[in-house]
């Protein structure tokens, strides 16, 4: 039983250099200069059909793109914006229920504007969770902020998925929000995470 506790721990410390290894160089990885248009339409259709193929979960949840497969550009590093989809997907599978969803719906052209102008392209994740506590909707992007479901396995997650996604977001000059998804009746039908990119041309 020792030993078991042991290989846990070190499996965990592991992760944990992991991901903070993975953070620190995120910085001279997002500083070269080798922009490209990335279809972020393309990446989330990916993404979904790697989880039903590779990626199935013991819980029975689905990932879905909602609407209709249609190009939404920006001009960004593919590598990192996946990783951004990528972590919010799998944060979002952890909080699902058994048998839930989690939903990644595209707005091509949002109606907010962003500094110069530029309109913004909208990824929305949605899950069918227990939400967010309110005092914690900006914390949740805090390094090694981590708050699970109950029951679930201790040491999985380092707390910096969140934020990697913060920093990658903004270093492409976006921004990205956490909120509560309503119901019909204005109850918590689960949590949802915003990200909004400046929108590119071809």
């Given at each position: 039983r020792l030993i078991e506790?042991?290989?846990?721990?070190?499996?965990?410390?592991?992760?944990?250099?992991?991901?903070?290894?993975?953070?620190?160089?995120?910085?001279a990885e997002l500083a070269r200069d080798d922009l490209a248009l990335v279809d972020l339409d393309r990446l989330a259709r990916d993404l979904a059909r790697t989880y039903q193929s590779e990626r199935s979960n013991q819980r029975g949840v689905t990932v879905e793109v909602t609407g209709e497969s249609r190009?939404?550009?920006?001009?960004?590093?593919?590598?990192?914006?996946?990783?951004?989809?990528?972590?919010l997907v799998d944060n979002a599978i952890t909080f699902s229920p058994e048998g839930g969803q989690v939903r990644l719906t595209l707005v091509p052209s949002a109606s907010a504007r962003i500094q110069g102008g530029?309109?913004?392209?909208?990824?929305?994740?949605?899950?069918?969770?227990?939400?967010?506590?309110?005092?914690?909707?900006?914390?949740?992007?805090?390094?090694?902020y981590t708050q699970r479901p109950e029951g679930a396995a201790f040491g999985n997650h380092s707390g910096l998925g969140l934020?990697?996604?913060?920093?990658?977001?903004?270093?492409?000059?976006?921004?990205?929000?956490?909120e509560n998804r309503p119901d019909r009746d204005g109850e918590v039908a689960g949590a949802r995470f915003i990200v909004e990119l400046p929108r590119a041309e071809r």
């Open positions: 506790v042991i290989q846990h721990d070190v499996k965990r410390l592991d992760r944990l250099i992991t991901d903070i290894s993975n953070a620190s160089r995120l910085d190009p939404v550009l920006v001009r960004a590093h593919e590598g990192p914006i996946s990783r951004v989809l990528f972590n530029r309109s913004l392209a909208r990824l929305i994740v949605d899950d069918d969770g227990p939400g967010i506590p309110p005092a914690n909707l900006d914390t949740v992007f805090d390094r090694f934020s990697i996604c913060k920093q990658i977001v903004e270093a492409h000059g976006g921004r990205i929000r956490a």
